[in-house]
Every structure is written in C-alpha cells, then in structure tokens.
C-alpha cells in the first residue's frame, strides 16, 4: 500500500458526459501528479500540482481539467468524453514538487466511456 | 526530446537472472527510476538512481547506468514467479518539476 488512495476505482460512462477522478496523496505530500495509461499511447504525464498551485503540464487535453484543494487531495475532471478516453488514470504524489524524489502511485481509477 | 525505449518483452526461467534494458535520448536526465506494474494494479516504485552514480544495488536488484550511451538497466536475481510483471523505466529531468517520462513497459514472464 503506497499511501496514496484514488476513488472510484471503476467508472463505466456514456460519450459526452463529465466525470471526476479523486486522489488523497501520502501523508505530508505537498505535490500531486496525474497520469493517463492507455494502450496506444502507454503511461503519459497530465498534470501536477504543488501546494494547490499548476506546476508543471501535460499533455493535457482541453477538455481535461484539476485542482488541488487546500487539504490538498485533488481532482481530475473529464468532460466532453469520447471514447478514446477510456484509459487507466494514476494520481501519484511526493514530498515536493521538485525533483529527485520518490513518487508514489496510487491504485488507479479505470475509466471506460462507451 | 523526451524518448525513453524498452524492449517489449523478456522470458526468462525460475531462479535465473533477468536483466531489463531501457535507452534514454535527453542527456539531461538527473533520476531515472524503475517501477513494477503486476495485473490490474497501480506502480510500485522499486528503485532509483541519481545520474552521477553508475550503480546501485537493493536486494536482489541492480540498476546499472551507462550515462555515456543513454543506456540504463535492471537486473533481478534468482527471478521468482512473482517477479512476473510490466516493468517501467521514467526518467526526471531535476529543477521545479518531478513529472516522470516513461519507457513503453517491458513484460517480463517468468516460467517455472
């Protein structure tokens, strides 16, 4: 168990809804990151955030949004589905937003828009 | 650019030695890390590597890096069944982000 937890775990839901993907980093974690791991483009950076402030992007469609809340948990919005979207998204988190530390995954949220 | 390669696949039998190769093209790179992906679950980080050290081992692992070539490698000793997973290499390039570039994934099936 990382220590990071992502809710749902499944989400089943129709082209051109909206959704939203929720991540609790680590235990004194300031910096979330998210993930997509599709088949055909394999596991890409979307997203980070530091503090509840954008640090660093993606690619990131436009229809895709996040925010980190001051409790510092954050969410990933998907709208305008389609259903290339269906994918596997990680949220991730370490101590800092810089580099050379260790960043922990959590479970993943399976997304699969029909 | 960012460009990180892996082959795709590696069997190997019970209790030898595997070793998962991974080339990186941007010679800025300050970590790369190697994380393990089992069915149907999320990545678990095993371990990581500054790029001025050339080695680093952790149990049964070994992370070699040719910094020269962009080459950089893991061996798992005496494999075991449960070793049989995707295995990612990601790269970091230091400074305000720690956002991970990842290798397409090598498979590794371990036979009894």
């Known amino acids: 168990d990382s220590g990071v937890t992502q809710t749902p775990k499944h989400l089943i839901t129709a082209t051109g809804q909206r959704v939203t993907l929720r991540c609790s980093p680590r235990s004194g974690d300031l910096s979330v990151y998210w993930y997509q791991q599709s088949l055909d483009q394999g596991l890409q950076f979307l997203i980070q955030?530091?503090?509840?402030?954008?640090?660093a992007k993606g690619n990131i469609l436009e229809r895709f949004s996040a925010q980190q809340f001051p409790d510092l948990h954050s969410e990933l919005n998907l709208s305008s589905l389609e259903l290339g979207d269906s994918a596997l998204y990680f949220c991730?988190?370490?101590?800092?937003?810089?580099?050379?530390?260790?960043?922990?995954f959590g479970p993943g949220t399976r997304l699969t828009v029909t | 650019g960012e460009d990180v390669e892996q082959s795709l696949f590696l069997s190997v039998r019970e209790g030898d030695s595997s070793v998962i190769n991974c080339t990186y093209t941007?010679?800025?790179?300050?970590?790369l890390y190697w994380y393990k992906q089992e069915p149907g679950a999320g990545l678990q980080l095993l371990t990581y590597i500054f790029s001025n050290m050339d080695m680093k081992q952790d149990q049964r692992l070994t992370v070699l890096l040719n910094k020269k070539d962009k080459h950089l490698s893991l061996r798992i000793a005496d494999t075991q069944t449960g070793d049989s997973a995707i295995y990612f290499c990601a790269e970091t390039y230091g400074g305000a982000t720690n956002k991970l570039i990842f290798g397409t994934g090598t498979l590794l099936a371990v036979q009894p």
């Open positions: 991730a988190s370490s101590p800092t937003g810089t580099s050379g530390y260790e960043q922990y």
């Open positions: 941007d010679s800025s790179s300050t970590y």
């Open positions: 955030y530091y503090n509840g402030e954008e640090r």
